[in-house]
């Protein structure tokens, strides 16, 4: 009896790990456009096997085989799609999902955990969709996906209007900004007012702040990944915009119809065009006193993709802007010319290859560079006859790169999803600056540019595993390389996530993540302007790296179609680079900067930040929107600042508050508004003024009548307080949107009217000490706080064909 019953249960476990196994494959597309859909969820019904596209829209699952299955296909914004199937062998299996109306509420029903937020074993990312971001109310009418970042948790607002991303503690140096595998340097048009991307041509944008997976590196505090529409692969389509100080238009379309497709996406300011009957009429009253400035941008996007069968496609794509400004002015023998150039370029080759139906292979080749130059020439009458005085200057800062990379999707089994890969990058910075003064001609000067080759490369493993119903995780390493000159880096970079299922729809999320960057940006202001350095690593300077730990809970509350997330974190950042006090890489002073070597200029330091972070969000349905919070702590210590002690950088907030909320009352009328508060900026605000003259000149005032009197003659040094210890006002405002959509026979059109500033709250953009002369005589020194935007009305129109 006793050999039968083992016998028995011999038998039922050979069955069991005998049984055929079959694999499901394929990709995921938009009915109609065919365009690829990434990060969609598809799982089999009644069972736990599940899976998530990946950034080329393919899947593969492996179960049991079956007589039959169903798959279900799911992405915010589509209709859920499901397929019955024999499921007796391997099946490739494309399925395409109907976009539907966000005023329609998506009718949700028991969904499997991949679909939620607490299900999944990454965590700190956050994700925007495109069709929100439109929604959202924006300076000028200007929709901006990096604006809409902003108002997410744990990513803190520069400046009044800036664009820049301040994440957990990082500076805007330290996010890894990503367009179709291509990395963007600078993304700010308008001197940071605006970012360089057309929401137009942007598909998806996702935000990744902390327990970053394997396959990214290069940065210590985020990464932003964008990928651009591939364009419709069934008829032409086409979208665009005429605001206040731009206009845009898209067009996208077969090139053989369901085979390939193209993509074309333009913007132009025409501030300069609006602007010069104005600077014309001012240059006639003044006479030959005319100061003419003058302005633009403008930037374009282009993608050609191609189906080459089931197993092949290929994807072409790249980016061009450019930022002008001039400032000229001439009268008498006086003349002087000035301008500002700067812009990125960015192309990709990419090719996806379906080797069988558990790998997958995306291999790139990548060519992004970031230029800025500043010209001026300036020359005036002196002394006596016709002699005169004549000065130019050029200053080049470029960074270029070209870059290889291979990465590959392995799904062995239900309970593996591995990635792994390669990529090497080499970099050529040419940070280059000329100034001379005498007699030239006003023809261009060149300068002596000394380029810096480095090469920096990577290898990544990782594997997202789940070994219980309960438990989900990222395990991950990557090792990543650098090489400049005789020097060579080698850091190993271990990863960790993970998601433990307290209850349905409700988990507890950890990670880790140590971090390197070899590429740094140089800043005396903090604000992300142009004029900002970009450099490598090299002998001397050593790359930055950081640890971040990082701990939350995530809930989905799937009857109201919302997510809750709880996160807090510490990361600690070493080796991080400044500018020493008063220093500067252009110095203008009739030398040639070239013989200044920027690394004089520069001191390390390291830094730590800690907080939390509170997110509800709703990402469709008649009412959208999101609620986030952050409560944190940056600090900096650098050995030669501040005397050595900790001090706080300027864009350290306490407090960070955004609300943002989307209402459509019908299919003709969306209103939205957002509110944001924030802790002011940590400043430095000098407590003196050193007027650096001789005791001659104080001489010739009267010290009881000007301002110049016996304090300051006495006074023959500045006084500062600690660095950055002046905090400025808290930072309020709410901006208000109401569009009104009609859709007629052959195309959709929506006007936009929108308030930036609704109340007029007079936010400081900086503080500057001045003197104001009392009614008694006597002298006070007062700070003055100057606010950039009141009260801002816009209006634009959209169409869609």
């Known amino acids: 009896m006793r ?105 949700i029903s028991t969904r499997k955990q991949e679909d939620n937020v607490s299900g999944s074993a990454q965590m700190s990312v956050l994700e925007i969709p495109i069709e929100q971001i439109k929604k959202i109310p924006s300076l000028l009418g200007e929709k901006d996906v990096l604006r809409g970042l902003q108002l997410m948790p744990g990513v803190q607002k520069g400046t009044e209007g800036q664009t820049g991303l301040y994440v957990r503690g990082g500076g805007p140096d330290q996010n890894l900004i990503i367009l179709d595998d291509a990395v963007v340097y600078n993304a700010s048009h308008l001197f940071g007012f605006f970012s360089v991307f057309n929401s137009d041509a942007i598909k998806r944008v996702e935000l990744t702040k902390g327990g970053f997976p394997a396959r990214y590196g290069g940065r210590l505090s985020s990464v932003v990944e964008m990928d651009m529409k591939e364009g419709s692969k069934e008829k032409l389509h086409g979208e665009g915009g005429i605001g206040l100080i731009a206009s845009r238009l898209t067009l996208e379309g077969p090139l053989s119809k369901g085979k390939s497709s193209f993509l074309i996406s333009g913007r132009r300011t025409y501030i300069d065009v609006l602007a010069a009957p104005v600077l014309a009429f001012t240059a006639k009253r003044e006479g030959e006193n005319g100061f003419r400035p003058g302005y633009y941008f403008y930037d374009l996007n282009a993608k050609i993709n191609y189906d080459l069968g089931s197993k092949n496609k290929l994807f072409v794509s790249g980016y061009l802007g450019q930022d002008k400004f001039s400032v000229k002015e001439e009268h008498g023998t006086f003349k002087m010319k000035a301008g ?135 395990l991950g390493f990557r090792l990543s390389y650098f090489k400049s000159d005789k020097k060579q880096y080698i850091n190993p970079e271990p990863r960790f996530s993970a998601a433990l299922r307290l209850a349905p729809d409700f988990s507890a999320k950890a990670s880790y993540a140590r971090m390197n960057q070899y590429v740094h940006l140089l800043s005396n202001t903090g604000l992300g302007l142009p004029t900002d350095l970009w450099v490598t690593s090299t002998d001397r300077i050593a790359p930055q790296q950081s640890s971040q730990v990082a701990f939350g809970f ?47 200029n520069v001191t390390s330091g390291k830094g730590w930040s800690y907080g939390s972070e509170f997110l509800i969000q709703k990402k469709s349905g008649k009412f959208s929107g999101w609620v986030g919070y952050t409560l944190s702590w940056i600090y900096w210590k650098f050995p030669e600042l501040n005397n050595g002690q900790t001090f706080h950088p300027r864009y350290d907030r306490r ?92 195309h959709e ?53």
């Open 3 to 107: 050999i039968n019953i083992i016998i028995a249960l011999c038998m039922a476990s050979m069955s069991v790990f005998g049984q055929k196994r079959i694999t499901i494959s394929g990709f995921l597309k938009e009915k109609g456009s065919q365009e690829l859909l990434t990060g969609a969820n598809v799982y089999i019904q009644g069972s736990s096997s599940g899976a998530v596209t990946n950034n080329y829209a393919f899947y593969s699952l492996t179960i049991p085989a079956a007589d039959s299955v169903t798959n279900a296909y799911s992405l915010v914004g589509y209709e859920t799609a499901r397929r019955t199937i024999g499921a007796r062998q391997d099946t490739e299996l494309n399925v395409s999902l109907s976009s539907i109306r966000q005023l329609d509420e998506v009718t």
């Open 340 to 474: 500002l150039d700067w812009g990125n370029a960015t192309g990709t080759m990419r090719w996806n290859h379906v080797f069988n139906r558990k790998l997958f292979a995306n291999t790139a080749f990548v060519f992004t560079s970031f230029n800025f130059t500043t010209t001026s020439y300036f020359r005036e009458a002196v002394g006596q006859g016709d002699a005169t005085s004549e000065s130019r200057l050029r200053y080049d800062s470029r960074i270029q790169d070209i870059s290889f990379k291979s990465d590959f999707d392995f799904y062995p089994n239900a309970s593996h999803a591995i990635k792994f890969g390669v990529q090497a990058t080499r970099h050529k910075s040419t940070p280059s600056a000329l100034a001379l003064s005498g007699t030239y001609s006003e023809d261009d000067i060149n300068p002596n540019e000394k380029p810096v080759y480095s090469l920096e490369g990577g290898a990544y493993f990782e594997d997202t595993w789940q070994p219980f119903e309960v438990l989900k995780m990222n």
């Open 554 to 600: 995530a809930k989905d509350l799937q009857d109201r179609g919302l997510t809750v997330t709880l996160e807090g974190f510490y990361k600690d950042m070493k080796r991080i680079l400044s500018y020493r006090e008063g220093a500067s890489f252009l110095g203008i002073s009739g030398e040639n900067a070239n013989d200044v070597d920027w690394q004089d």
């Open 749 to 801: 059109r929506t006007w936009e009217f929108s308030v930036y500033n609704a109340y007029n709250r007079k936010n400081p953009f900086f503080y500057d000490r001045s003197e104001e002369k009392l009614d008694n005589g006597e002298w006070k020194t007062v700070l003055k706080k100057y606010s950039l935007f009141p009260v801002l009305p816009s209006f634009s129109y959209n169409f869609k064909f």
């Open 655 to 746: 407090h960070d508050l955004s609300v943002v909320g989307i209402y459509e009352f019908n299919k003709r009328i969306t209103m939205s508004a957002s509110w944001v508060y924030g802790t002011g900026n940590a400043l430095t605000v000098p407590a003196a003024t050193f007027y650096p003259v001789s005791d001659n000149f104080f001489s010739r005032f009267d010290p009881t009548e000007n301002m110049l009197n016996s304090h300051y003659k006495e006074f023959r040094a500045s006084e500062f307080p600690a660095k950055n210890s002046f905090r400025a006002e808290a930072f309020h405002r709410m901006d208000l949107s109401i569009q009104f959509h009609k859709k007629k026979k052959r």
